[in-house]
T-cell receptor, first 108, second 113 residues
Framework: DAKTTQPPSMDCAEGRAANLPCNHS???????VYWYRQIHSQGPQYIIH???NNETNEMASLIITEDRKSSTLILPHATLRDTAVYYC?????????FGKGITLSVRP | NAGVTQTPKFRVLKTGQSMTLLCAQD?????MYWYRQDPGMGLRLIHY???????AKGEVPDGYNVSRLKKQNFLLGLESAAPSQTSVYFC????????????FGPGTRLTVT
């Protein structure tokens, strides 16, 4: 699996968009980018995944650069309940490798 | 649907004691996983199963054993607990057709003294 790099933390104001970056410069052609989040003390929750094209679902949007070396998870209207650790993972199989993730703090 | 449930939620063991953690899922998923999460760290895969009667080692399997006698259950055993196994244990399951969408349980907090 490709290594991913995320800043340790960021914050945003409630109601604003949260843009969470992820670097995966060594990603190979068959590896997907996927995101999970973990709200304090709970099990991780799947958010979204993508290969080349941008993806959107009811939770978030995933923007992948054309060279696939980085991506951004966008929460369009962050709420206090979105405060969590967000994990960016790059891989080609289902054995997830979680790094430390990015802690998103949504402030009122 | 209860989803993925884990029993117990909390446990304190003394060094050398044994215990079994139970994971159950009611989504008819073929694949099941056990992870551990240490403070400030991401999750690490212990063992996994791709179907009833099968198990395989993950990243950190030493000191643990698993069994998948029934499709809906995945058991994680500690034969002789050590303080290094103090952790939060998460179970997950997934449908074979949804490779990247795992469903996680609420976790078991284990302390070994």
């Amino acid at each position: 699996d490709a290594k991913t790099t995320q800043p340790p933390s960021m914050d945003c104001a409630e109601g604003r968009a949260a843009n969470l970056p992820c670097n995966h410069s060594t990603i190979s052609g068959n590896e997907y980018v996927y995101w999970y989040r973990q709200i304090h003390s709970q099990g991780p929750q799947y958010i979204i995944h993508g290969l080349k094209n941008n993806e959107t679902n009811e939770m978030a949007s995933l923007i992948i650069t054309e060279d696939r070396k980085s991506s951004t998870l966008i929460l369009p209207h962050a709420t206090l309940r979105d405060t969590a650790v967000y994990y960016c993972i790059a891989g080609a199989n289902s054995k997830l490798t979680f790094g430390k993730g990015i802690t998103l703090s949504v402030r009122p | 649907n209860a989803g993925v449930t884990q029993t117990p939620k909390f446990r304190v063991l003394k060094t050398g004691q044994s215990m079994t953690l139970l994971c159950a899922q009611d989504m008819n998923h073929e694949y099941m996983y056990w992870y551990r999460q240490d403070p400030g760290m991401g999750l690490r895969l212990i063992h996994y199963s791709v179907g009833e009667g099968t198990t395989a080692k993950g990243e950190v399997p030493d000191g643990y054993n698993v069994s998948r006698l029934k499709k809906q259950n995945f058991l994680l055993g500690l034969e002789s607990a050590a303080p290094s196994q103090t952790s939060v244990y998460f179970c997950a399951s997934r449908d074979p057709g949804l490779v990247y969408e795992q469903y996680f349980g609420p976790g078991t907090r284990l302390t070994v003294t």
